[in-house]
């Protein structure tokens, strides 16, 4: 395998090795949220407002870096300026 097609295999492993914990981490993090959340609206009914609110921008949070990961991915995919910059110097 030349220097390319590692270069192209090391950025498939490592994009979905990122789309993997990217989704894997969010995904606990929501869950242990939204059962910290029903917890303590069973608990305190009366702030279920509250809770709500807190746990919708809570949630907003974890998802958001969840998206990243995948950007990220994509980047690794598609627009590596690594592979440009390697691809030039090997004359393609």
Not at 44 to 69: H, K, W
Request: charged share 10%; net charge negative.
């Amino acid at each position: 395998m030349d220097n390319i097609g590692l270069i192209g295999t090391i950025s498939i492993i490592v994009s979905g090795l990122t789309i993997a914990t990217g989704s894997i981490g969010p995904a606990l993090g929501e869950a242990r949220a939204l059962a910290q959340a029903l917890s303590s609206i069973a608990q305190q009914p009366d702030e279920a407002n509250t809770i709500t609110r807190t746990l919708f921008v809570g949630l907003a949070m974890v998802e958001s870096t969840a998206i990243y990961c995948f950007v990220v991915a994509i980047i690794l995919i598609f627009a590596n300026p690594f592979w440009e910059h390697v691809v030039s110097k090997a004359g393609g």
